[in-house]
Structures are given as C-alpha cells and as structure tokens.
C-alpha cells in the first residue's frame, strides 16, 4: 500500500476548495546552462534563472529560452517546467541572511530557485499529482515534486540549504505541458483538479524518507 495515498487524516485541502483554487504568475524565469565551480569540481547548471518580460512559448520539452543542464534530474516531458511558490521566498531570505550569506534586506530575485514559474495563491500542500494549471494559453500538469541537490546549496550559499528543503517540504512542483501554447508574467491560472490519489507534498516527505532510511 502507498502509505502517502491520501486518507481523511491527512487533513489535506477540500476537494471543492482547489477545484476553484487560482493564482496569479508573478514572474517568468528562463536561463542557458553555464559552467561553475562548486566545491572544486566544474559542473554545468541553469539554476540561476532569470525573469524576462512578454510572452514566451510553451514547447513539450520547457519554455522557450530556458535549458536545464542535468536532464537526468530535470527536462524531459515529464519535468519541463518548474514551479515554485512565491509565499516561501520570505523564508528564504531570512535564512540566507542567518547564514550571513546576505544581508536582512537584501532582495532574493524571482528565479533564484531554480523555478520557470514563480506562482502566487498554491503552495504544495494543495497540489496533487495530475492535477492541471490551466492559464489563458497553455495547460500545464502537475507531475512530481523537486528534490533539492548540491547545486541548490551553491545557489542559496550556505551547505544547508537543501537540508531546510527537506524539512520544511517546501520543494515546489515541476510540470507537463499538456497543452503547448504561450505564457507571460501577470497572467492567472485556475488548478483543474486530478484524481487526486498523490500530494506534492506527501510524495516528497515519503521519497526523502525512504532515502534517509536508506543511508
């Protein structure tokens, strides 16, 4: 049995309340694979994503101008998008300031986390696995969470970033294009609801605990 399948004690989202759940796209993030050094060792990587204005094209494989470096963890048809909740930056801002990797006051700028998408009005804990974002032009499928990896450390500056990911769940969603079209910051969205059997977030906590038990 699928222990993260959802159960009445879950105490997750009411069906009715997501099926009129929308939100707002608050920035739209592109970036090309570039090389860096971390911790002496020269990867490619397109973390550090951009925000860019006016529409953009939605293609089965991402947006048009974005790249991802490691298409063994992200791309594909199945993770071509990457959407992140706009709600979290706050906190991390105030934990990269902690680390004194930045200042109290210093902005963190839309894309810093890796996301194509930053999105207001859904968190993880109100999506489910085949559930739909339905913007004006195009239809994107919620598919799997993201699981943070080193890169996410050298983006944020500090080695525990990808340990508070995992605490906290808050790991934002990687999408399918069900239907290519165009999309553009300041646009809305309505979440059509799948059949909800898998959460966002319950598949994270589940598959970072079975790695954990692992090691």
């Not at 969470?145 to 605490?167: D, I, S, T, Y």
């Not at 059949?195 to 970072?208: K, Q, S, T, Y």
Request: proline share 5%; net charge positive.
């Amino acid at each position: 049995m699928r222990w993260w399948h959802r159960t009445a004690a879950t105490g997750g989202p009411a069906e009715a309340d997501v099926a009129t759940k929308s939100g707002r796209l608050l920035s739209l993030n592109v970036a090309r694979a570039t090389p860096v050094t971390i911790n002496g060792r020269r990867v490619m990587t397109a973390i550090g994503k951009r925000a860019v204005e006016g529409e953009r094209a939605v293609l089965p494989l991402g947006i048009e101008g974005d790249e991802q470096a490691d298409l063994s963890v992200h791309g594909g048809l199945g993770k071509a998008v990457y959407a992140y909740p706009s709600e979290h930056y706050a906190f991390w801002r105030t934990v990269r300031a902690q680390a004194q990797v930045a200042l109290w006051d210093e902005e963190l700028p839309f894309g810093a986390l890796g996301e194509n998408l930053t999105l207001q009005g859904v968190a993880e804990n109100e999506l489910w696995i085949g559930d739909v974002l339905r913007f004006p032009a195009c239809h994107l499928a919620v598919s799997e969470p993201r699981f943070p990896c080193f890169k996410f450390n050298a983006a944020m500056g500090f080695k525990h970033a990808a340990k508070l990911m995992v605490e906290s769940a808050w790991c934002g969603t990687y999408l399918a294009v069900r239907v290519p079209g165009t999309i553009a910051a300041g646009q809305t969205f309505t979440v059509v609801p799948g059949p909800r059997e898998v959460g966002i977030a319950e598949l994270f906590r589940a598959r970072m605990s079975r790695a954990a038990a692992a090691h």
